[in-house]
């Protein structure tokens, strides 16, 4: 998904408009999560970005989505750029020191 969202509406505030963003972008993640992986994958990984706009945004993680959405909309953007990519990804195991 790269998209830019608008916060200004006419007749709904802000604050629902913020709301209905990290809607979407939840029914995003657990769609595409939903997804039959490929053979060699063991789970869905994301790549994330997020700032004013395209030019400008910059990598985050996908737990902090909401976070960064709501510091956005605290510092009074009216509108703001969110890419997240999709792609299968293997768990690596780090082994523990006794």
Not at 61 to 73: E, F, P, R, W
């Amino acid at each position: 998904m790269k998209k830019t969202f608008e916060l200004t509406h006419p007749k709904i505030k802000i604050e629902r408009m913020v709301e209905a963003v990290k809607h979407e972008v939840k029914k995003y993640l657990k769609r595409e999560r939903n997804k039959t992986l490929p053979e060699d994958a063991d789970y869905w990984d994301f790549d994330c970005k997020i700032g004013a706009s395209a030019q400008t945004a910059d990598v985050i993680h996908v737990a902090t989505i909401n976070k960064q959405v709501d510091i956005l909309a605290a510092d009074g953007l009216t509108s703001f750029y969110l890419e997240i990519l999709v792609k299968p990804a293997v768990r690596t195991f780090e082994e523990k020191e006794s």
